[in-house]
């Protein structure tokens, strides 16, 4: 079976200032993919960033960085530089075998001024 | 590049009437799929096409649910009969690669169904 979780309903960070969004996943694939997806209020969602999990390499995409934790299974979101448009709902998936994608229940991120 | 396009961007109806979504993909995107958000939560694979060939349906609803993809280019989803928890948006989303995992999914803006 494969999982993700994420087990921060919801986080709060003010303008400007770095936050970190977590992400625990299960899968018995031998490669896969990984990726955060950004969903804004009413819009739609749309990549942040992907990580492939046989590159040991952490993936990062201007202000967006990934920490990839390939034995623990774990793949964190870093936003630097925190901005409003930032504000969103921010999913963790997994691609596994067959282009099947396992989503987490979500990140309510609020970015404050 | 057009985008997927989904429509209609907003539904209301009541219980146990009948709604029909639809969906025309990026194209040239092989893989299709069907998801269902509820409010507050993460997407739920309904159903995943290739071509115009189901890879998994496991959990849609089929007593309610049908989806087709005909011609495996754009594709329809109903519900029929309506029920209260059936309220959502539906994503739909394509992906460019056919097999194997290297593709990111591409999402509409969805359709959000509200079920009274």
């Known amino acids: 079976a494969q999982t993700v979780t994420q087990s921060q309903p919801e986080m709060s960070v003010q303008e400007a200032e770095t936050v970190t969004l977590s992400c625990t996943y299960d899968t018995s694939e031998s490669n896969y993919y990984l990726f955060w997806y950004k969903q804004p209020p009413s819009r739609q969602m749309i990549l942040v960033i992907r990580?492939?999990?046989?590159?040991?390499q952490n993936a990062t995409e201007n202000r967006f960085s990934v920490n990839f934790q390939k034995a623990a299974k774990s793949f964190s979101l870093k936003i630097s530089d925190s901005q409003l448009g930032d504000t969103a709902m921010y999913f963790c998936?997994?691609?596994?075998?067959?282009?099947?994608?396992?989503f987490g229940s979500g990140t309510k991120l609020n970015v404050k001024p | 590049e057009a985008g997927v396009a989904q429509s209609p961007r907003y539904k209301i109806i009541e219980k146990r009437q009948s709604v029909a979504f639809w969906c025309n993909p990026i194209?040239?995107?092989?893989?299709l799929y069907w998801y269902q958000q509820i409010l507050g939560q993460g997407p739920k694979l309904l159903i995943q096409f290739q071509n115009n060939g189901v890879v998994d349906d496991s959990q849609l609803p089929k007593d309610r649910f049908s989806a087709e993809r005909l011609k495996g280019v754009d594709s329809t989803l109903k519900i029929q009969p309506a029920k209260l928890e059936d309220s959502a948006v539906y994503l739909c989303a394509s992906s460019f690669q056919s097999r194997g995992n290297t593709g990111e999914l591409f999402f509409g803006e969805g359709s959000r169904l509200t079920v009274l």
């Open positions: 998936a997994l691609n596994g075998n067959f282009n099947k994608f396992y």
């Open positions: 194209s040239g995107h092989a893989t």
């Open positions: 990580q492939e999990a046989y590159k040991q």
